[in-house]
C-alpha cells in the first residue's frame, strides 16, 4: 500500500469526492476548500513535481483542468478562478496536483501575486540573463 494520499485516493483507498476521471488524471473536491467548488486535479501517475512527468502527461494533465474549469463554470455561473501549483512546497501532500478555485464577488481572495512578497535584490534584466543562459543548458 502507498503512503501517498493521492495515490491512495486514485487506488480507491481512501474515499473522495471524485468529480470527474479518465484512464489517466483524477479530479475531486479539497477537503478544506477556499472556495465552493475548489477542486483537485491530478495525474494517476505519482510524481512531486512537474519535472517527474513527460509533457504528455502534463498535456493530459491539463486537459483534465479546463474540462473541470468548463464544469465549474456551468455550476457555479463564475468564469473567473484561480488555478495553482505548489511546485515542491514542503508542506502539503507530495504528488503534483492542481488547484482549480472558482473566484466569485466579495470573495476576499486576491490575485496570484499575492501568494508571495519577495522582489529580490537583483534588477529583472540581471535576473533575465541568469535565467536565459539555463534555459539554453536545458
Known sequence: MST???????????????????????????????????????????????????????????????????????????????IGINHGEEAGVHHLHVHVIPRFPDDKGGVIQSIVKNEGKEGLLEIQKKIVSNVGKI
Not at 470527474?20 to 472556495?35: G, K, N, S
Not at 512531486?48 to 474540462?67: H, M, P
Open 4 to 82: 501517498c494520499l493521492f495515490c491512495r485516493l486514485v487506488q480507491n483507498e481512501i474515499p473522495s469526492y471524485t468529480v470527474y476521471e479518465d484512464e489517466r488524471t483524477r479530479a475531486f473536491l479539497d477537503i478544506e476548500p477556499r472556495a465552493p467548488g475548489h477542486t483537485m486535479v491530478v495525474l494517476k501517475k505519482h510524481g512531486i513535481t512537474v519535472l517527474d512527468y513527460s509533457q504528455d502527461e502534463l498535456g493530459r494533465l491539463f486537459a483534465s483542468v479546463q474540462k473541470i474549469i468548463q464544469a465549474l463554470t456551468k455550476t457555479f455561473k463564475t468564469d473567473v478562478f484561480t
